[in-house]
């Protein structure tokens, strides 16, 4: 059964950063994409980046370039996404997302909450 | 930057009844188009991929039509674990990158 695992709540100061894990099963790591969603409290869906497991390419959403890092870890099939320069709206569920080879995300994770709060 | 726009931005429907829901992109987007379901304190579920192909075990009253810039899904008769949010989002091939639509809250008349 291919799953997407995160982990549940980070708490950050602004200023700070958060790197959020997220580890794949069911399938070969290298084989798909990984794209980073995040949902703010009550709003929609905003896509931040994806990277490829296989070469470490990567292409972000402009609004976060320079801010946001996506890596992965091949030896332990776990893929990172940092963001720095926290700020109270970056308070959000950050979604990872198996990028599916037929068009879309097909397998999601439950989600990772960032509060950002002084 | 396209830009998608789902419409409406609530939409209230019987339960057994069809429900239509819109989406426009700014630009051409070919059929490079999904939809997504998502339920309160769910991940978003792909319903639909390439404008108009079921993803696994997606039931068949969801379907998706339309190509270029404007783009439907229709739920044919509406059951009650139907009600959710539904976001449309546009994909490139490469370097792969998504925008979504603001979403369509889908409510019990």
């Known amino acids: 059964q291919v799953q997407m695992m995160q982990s549940g709540t980070e708490v950050k100061k602004p200023g700070a950063s958060v790197k959020v894990p997220c580890k794949p099963s069911?399938?070969?790591?290298?084989?798909?994409?990984i794209n980073w969603v995040r949902q703010a409290p009550g709003q929609g869906l905003e896509w931040m980046g994806w990277?490829?497991?296989?070469?470490?390419?990567?292409n972000y959403a402009q609004k976060f370039q320079g801010r946001v890092t996506m890596t992965t870890d091949t030896s332990t099939s776990t893929a990172y996404m940092e963001l720095r320069s926290l700020r109270s709206d970056d308070t959000a569920v950050y979604y990872c997302?198996?990028?599916?080879?037929?068009?879309?995300?097909?397998?999601w994770g439950k989600g990772t909450t960032v509060t950002v709060s002084s | 930057e396209i830009v998608m726009t789902q419409s409406p931005a609530t939409l209230s429907v019987s339960p057994g009844e069809r429900a239509t829901l819109s989406c426009r992109a700014s630009?051409?987007?070919?059929?490079?188009l999904a939809w997504y379901q998502q339920k309160p304190g769910q991940a978003p579920r792909l319903l639909i991929y390439g404008a108009s192909t079921r993803a696994t075990g997606v039931p068949v009253r969801f379907s998706g039509s339309g190509s270029g810039t404007d783009f439907t899904l229709t739920i044919s008769s509406l059951q009650s674990e139907d009600f959710a949010v539904y976001y449309c989002?546009?994909?490139?091939?490469?370097?792969?990158?998504?925008?979504f639509g603001q979403g369509t809250k889908l409510e019990i008349k």
């Open positions: 989002q546009q994909y490139n091939d490469w370097p792969p990158s998504y925008t």
């Open positions: 630009q051409s987007v070919s059929s490079k």
């Open positions: 990277i490829s497991p296989y070469k470490g390419d990567t």
């Open positions: 069911g399938y070969k790591f290298i084989n798909y994409g």
């Open positions: 997302a198996r990028d599916g080879s037929i068009g879309g995300m097909d397998v």
